[in-house]
């Protein structure tokens, strides 16, 4: 057995040094023992660390919002307009989308009184023409008990079986925690399966598959400081999840920790809402999410709300949220991060669709919000739902009554249009 090279002094170091150091040789012979994947393990997790706080490419300036590039031959749709006039309710937010069966569903929460109080409701409404038209609006589940708010959440349209994961509460949120449901397809009603996910667990993006047979669901935890979390299925039984709170650096200030993940083999990257700057933070796992590096700021400047990500089929990572050089707080416009195939960083940002937007569809206003992004990929195009406040102009309330009355929106982009070279 040969003394680690780690633990060579130069002879001019302090005597007590050169004690400290023969008491860790017979430590670091053990490690060695052990093997050297024991040995170079603080090494390794300490260079994952720093690769992925890095989400943006260097080598490229981030863009500010005048000079990046709009994408070409998106279509725009309206999923669900704001019509309170009409229809009574204020609140809408948080777009879920899956394709099931040839069906295009998008589900919100929806609210006649104020945001996140509890006569919430999970409501969602179907295309059979890829979202040229819709049906009514129809709910999920307007929660059955006095006090309980059903809100927005995300589908996993799975084998045969089409499942939704919604947020839930009592009162204006509190006792947080994740309900699940699966559709009756001979009846078109949603069956409840209950609480499957406590302790402040809020799904934010849907679930993705690992390949070790488990599914992924990042979230947030709220309560406390509100870190983000992810929920591990137990194979395919989505009424079983594991909780898992990811660890913050300490240095972070106050958070809101709405994340997604993009998920490579056994590692999966956490990509986080911050609060106290426009920053996107970044955790990275090892081990299919079941530990993590501490959350921290990373390279990329984004608006202080919550993201969408993942990985086309192309082999590229995506980022979708307002992300530019000088974003801010401002949540528009709303843009696509995109790596080259196969590449870590991010290293191309385009525009979805800017807050003026008067050749329509939707809402167009200077300072129209752009925001809560969902994404799923189908048939050579990506899908992106996401909420329009049109500026707050023509809303009827006050106070809380006023938060995210939102139109619920759809963009549909051709994969060949976010190609980097």
């Keep these: ?65 005048v000079a990046a590039e709009r994408l070409q031959q998106v279509e725009f749709r309206v999923i669900k307009p704001y019509e309170y006039n009409t229809d009574g309710y204020r609140f809408l937010h948080g777009v879920a989308l899956v394709w099931h069966k040839g069906k295009l569903l998008a589900s919100f929460g929806h609210n006649r009184g104020g945001e996140n109080t509890d006569t919430e409701e999970a409501r969602y409404r179907v295309s059979e023409d890829g979202g040229r038209s819709w049906s009514d609006v129809l709910t999920l589940d307007a929660g059955p008990e006095p006090g309980v708010g059903i809100s ?24 947080v925690h994740t309900r699940a449901y699966t559709l ?144 801010g707080k401002s949540r528009a416009p709303l843009t696509i991060a995109l790596s080259r195939p196969g590449q870590i960083p991010f290293s191309k940002v385009m525009i979805i669709r800017p807050a003026e937007f008067p050749e329509g569809p939707g809402e167009s206003h200077p300072r129209a919000a752009l925001a809560y992004p969902c994404a799923i990929e189908h048939e050579g195009k990506l899908y992106v739902g996401y909420s329009n406040n049109g500026g707050n102009q023509g809303r009827v309330g006050v106070g809380r009554e006023l938060w995210n009355n939102n139109s619920a929106e759809l963009a549909i982009i051709p994969l060949e249009q976010l190609r980097v070279e």
């Design 184 to 327: 009756d397809e001979s009846t078109n009603s949603w069956i409840p399966r209950g609480a499957v996910i406590a302790e402040g667990f809020w799904p934010m993006n849907q679930p993705i598959q690992m390949e070790d047979g488990n599914w992924i669901m990042p979230g947030i935890r709220v309560g406390g400081e509100h870190p983000s979390a992810v929920a591990i299925s137990r194979g395919e039984d989505f009424t079983r999840w594991d909780l898992r709170v990811i660890p913050r650096d300490s240095s972070l200030g106050k958070m809101w920790g709405e994340s997604a993940v993009i998920v490579s083999g056994k590692e999966i990257w956490n990509i986080s809402r911050y609060g106290d700057a426009a920053q996107a933070l970044v955790a990275h796992s090892q081990d299919y999410g079941r530990n993590w590096s501490p959350l921290r700021v990373s390279n990329l400047s984004m608006t202080t709300s919550k993201p969408c990500a993942g990985l086309l089929s192309t082999g590229q990572r995506y980022l979708i949220s307002t992300i530019t050089a000088d974003c």
């Design 152 to 175: 927005h959440g995300v589908f996993l349209s799975h084998g045969e079986t089409l499942w939704a994961f919604h947020g839930a509460y009592s009162g204006i949120m509190q006792n």
């Design 1 to 65: 057995m040969h003394i680690p090279a780690c633990l060579f002094f130069r002879c001019n170091l302090p005597r007590p040094c050169l004690w400290i150091g023969l008491l860790l040789i017979p430590l670091c012979c053990i490690a060695e023992g052990l093997g050297e994947d024991v040995f170079f393990s603080f090494q390794r997790n300490t260079e994952a660390d720093e690769q992925s706080v890095l989400l943006w490419d260097d080598a490229r300036p981030l863009p500010r919002s």
